[in-house]
């Protein structure tokens, strides 16, 4: 009878410990991206965070990643999916949700930021000074400047006279000011993922796009002309999660992600991504049918001139925003 208690009471024990542990290792987070699996931060990027928050937490933490839409497709929507509760985290490309988030813009400006890097680690630093708002009811993981952006054609360009009249896909309304500027004409609602079929069709002349990511839109065989000299601005990627997804996880999956968020995931990301655009342009270079085009100064001067319109628009658009552009630039050493 004795013997039957003590195995009873150790059998609860047990059967406790296993309960409390079950409910420690609940948080399974869906990790959404718009883009396909093989971006370099589908790729890399993520899964080091994933791998490095699931091993902090002890367990405590398991997150799957959506790659290529199979969560919810569409870059215009990955924002609502996380305020909706269908993804815990999401990759949000900013400008596809215009004026949700105020001053972050700030880095679609041409001339600014000259890396992923630099843009990226420079952006972290306005959310934190508070420059950058609309944010109160999101968690900021990581961040990410996707840039600069440059002119890449299917057709032959030597001079800036070349882009009158070429279609170029733009992404966001301030791309698309800065194509008109130059003489070009925007071309919106292409997603990334529909830039070769657009491009092998005719029916754009080309694209602003990061050259790191040339071969993951399936344009790196398509586009043979490379501007190199005239950087068009950055385009902003958040990965994120609402405050409240956020303040529901265990203490032990909180500080594990508190240990990744912010510095070192955007570290990663740029880091990352200044990788790729070396690999891609050196692959270019090799591949001898790319051709590099640098504008001449006169070039240079009539774009600045055009192009500084476009920066004194954003500026006269928001009384913060001279403000938000001077910190902008001394966290770039502008």
């Known amino acids: 009878m004795k013997l039957k208690t003590i195995l009873t009471g150790a059998l609860l024990s047990v059967t406790l410990a296993s309960a409390a542990f079950a409910q420690e290792a609940t948080d399974e987070l869906k990790f959404s991206s718009f883009l396909p699996a093989s971006t370099v931060n589908n790729a890399v990027s993520v899964p080091a965070f994933i791998e490095r928050a699931e091993e902090l937490s002890d367990g405590a933490l398991q997150i799957k990643l959506y790659a290529g839409g199979s969560l919810v497709s569409g870059g215009e929507v990955q924002l609502k999916i996380v305020q909706d509760g269908i993804a815990d985290i999401a990759e949000i490309p900013i400008p596809y949700t215009p004026g949700r988030i105020e001053g972050m813009d700030v880095f679609e400006l041409p001339n600014l930021a000259r890396s992923n890097s630099d843009g990226s680690l420079a952006t972290l630093a306005l959310i934190e000074e508070g420059k950058i708002t609309g944010l109160d009811d999101l968690v900021v993981l990581g961040v990410l400047q996707a840039g600069p952006y440059f002119i890449h054609t299917s057709e032959e360009i030597d001079s800036l006279r070349d882009l009158r009249g070429k279609k170029l896909r733009v992404s ?163």
């Open 172 to 334: 966001g309304q301030m791309q698309a000011q800065i194509v008109s500027r130059l003489g070009a004409v925007p071309v919106s609602n292409i997603p990334a993922t529909g830039l070769a079929e657009n491009i092998s069709r005719g029916l754009i002349d080309g694209a602003l796009v990061d050259t790191g990511n040339l071969y993951n839109f399936g344009i790196g065989d398509l586009v043979h002309y490379h501007v190199t000299n005239l950087p068009l601005g950055s385009f902003t990627v958040l990965w994120a999660m609402s405050r409240d997804r956020y303040e529901s996880l265990s203490p032990k999956s909180r500080e594990a992600i508190d240990a990744l968020r912010g510095e070192w995931f955007t570290e990663v990301l740029g880091a990352n991504m200044d990788k790729q655009t070396d690999e891609v342009t050196a692959r270019l270079e090799a591949s001898g049918d790319h051709h590099f085009v640098t504008f001449s100064e006169a070039d240079m001067e009539r774009a600045d001139k055009v192009l500084q319109q476009v920066v004194d628009n954003w500026v006269a658009a928001d009384p913060a925003n001279a403000d938000t552009l001077e910190a902008a630039k001394t966290h770039l050493g502008k």
